[in-house]
């Protein structure tokens, strides 16, 4: 003889399925469920880009989790979804998907260490240290405008006065030729070396030449090169090494591929 649930029973089971069914659901739209996971997602991506994620948002992000899937199943409903021009931005979108969780996937197993900060910045140190320049130019297109420069100064002339009204560089011209502080490095070979062979105080009597232009330099000063200490500068070290690491996971990838 077959055994059936008394009415009671049958009820609580049923509020209880329907309960969990509910819990597993945002909304159902049109018959279709719609599940909790899509909202969940909205709402990571909220929180990572750093917006509060309260009561009032959650209510906000539902109804546009129920908003897309009204007018998604209208488009569907329309045929919308079978065109080519459809398919084919679907799939660029699941590329770029795909994409960043490759990446995300690589540089969660290959995290940059704090032995490779500390090399890099040992790099960065030894190449920026020692000394830092003060200096001043005047930049003209012609070595005769440049001699003249040089004639000026040697009667008299204020150096920043004459590089405010005669220098071609834009930068430092309204300033008076002010390049501020700087390494020898940050300058072309020419300059540089005419720059570190100068006194304190003393300009070139005998104009430089360079790619751009005829350069009058007066070196105003020199002191050792004050870099910022690691902490100071780890996110940024951080995140160069991140970048170069994933930069060359992707030309890697690109020289392993068969491309024809």
Same mark, same amino acid.
């Given at each position: 003889?077959?055994?059936?649930?008394?009415?009671?029973?049958?009820?609580?089971? +049923?509020?209880?399925?329907?309960?969990?069914?509910?819990?597993?659901?945002?909304?159902?739209?049109?018959? !279709?469920?719609?599940?909790?996971?899509?909202?969940?997602?909205?709402?990571?991506?909220?929180?990572?880009?750093?917006?509060?994620?309260?009561?009032?948002?959650?209510?906000?992000?539902?109804?546009?989790?129920?908003?897309?899937?009204?007018?998604?199943?209208?488009?569907?409903?329309?045929?919308?979804?079978?065109?080519? &021009?459809?398919?084919?931005?679907?799939?660029?979108?699941?590329?770029?998907?795909?994409?960043? #969780?490759?990446?995300?996937?690589?540089?969660?197993?290959?995290?940059?260490? &704090?032995?490779?900060?500390?090399?890099?910045?040992?790099?960065?140190?030894?190449?920026? +240290?020692?000394?830092?320049?003060?200096?001043?130019?005047?930049?003209?297109?012609?070595?005769?405008?440049?001699?003249?420069?040089?004639?000026?100064?040697?009667?008299?002339?204020?150096?920043?006065?004459?590089?405010?009204?005669?220098?071609?560089?834009?930068?430092?011209?309204?300033? +008076?030729? &002010?390049?501020?502080?700087?390494?020898?490095?940050?300058?072309?070979? #020419?300059?540089?070396?005419?720059?570190?062979?100068?006194?304190?105080?003393?300009?070139?009597?005998?104009?430089?030449?360079?790619?751009? +232009?005829?350069?009058?330099?007066?070196?105003?000063?020199?002191?050792?090169?004050?870099?910022?200490?690691?902490?100071?500068?780890?996110?940024?070290?951080?995140?160069?090494? #991140?970048?170069?690491?994933?930069?060359?996971?992707?030309?890697?990838?690109?020289?392993?591929? !068969?491309?024809?």
């Amino acid at each position: 003889m077959k055994k059936t649930l008394i009415p009671a029973l049958a009820v609580t089971i +049923g509020a209880l399925l329907g309960g969990m069914a509910s819990a597993q659901n945002v909304a159902i739209v049109n018959g !279709k469920p719609i599940p909790t996971a899509r909202f969940d997602n909205f709402v990571s991506q909220m929180a990572k880009q750093g917006r509060p994620v309260d009561d009032t948002m959650r209510k906000q992000i539902k109804d546009e989790v129920i908003s897309r899937e009204v007018f998604a199943q209208e488009a569907s409903a329309r045929g919308l979804d079978a065109s080519d &021009d459809f398919k084919t931005q679907v799939e660029n979108a699941r590329q770029v998907i795909l994409i960043r #969780e490759l990446f995300a996937d690589f540089q969660k197993k290959n995290p940059v260490t &704090d032995g490779e900060i500390k090399a890099e910045y040992d790099k960065f140190v030894a190449s920026n +240290g020692g000394k830092e320049y003060k200096a001043r130019h005047v930049l003209v297109e012609k070595e005769a405008e440049a001699k003249a420069i040089v004639a000026a100064l040697k009667k008299g002339g204020k150096f920043e006065d004459i590089a405010k009204k005669q220098s071609k560089d834009p930068g430092s011209g309204a300033n +008076g030729g &002010d390049l501020d502080w700087a390494p020898a490095s940050a300058y072309v070979k #020419e300059f540089s070396d005419a720059m570190a062979a100068l006194a304190k105080g003393k300009y070139t009597e005998t104009p430089v030449k360079s790619q751009f +232009g005829w350069h009058v330099i007066r070196l105003d000063d020199t002191r050792e090169a004050k870099l910022p200490p690691l902490d100071q500068v780890r996110p940024q070290v951080l995140q160069q090494l #991140e970048q170069k690491k994933l930069a060359d996971y992707q030309d890697a990838l690109r020289k392993k591929a !068969k491309i024809e």
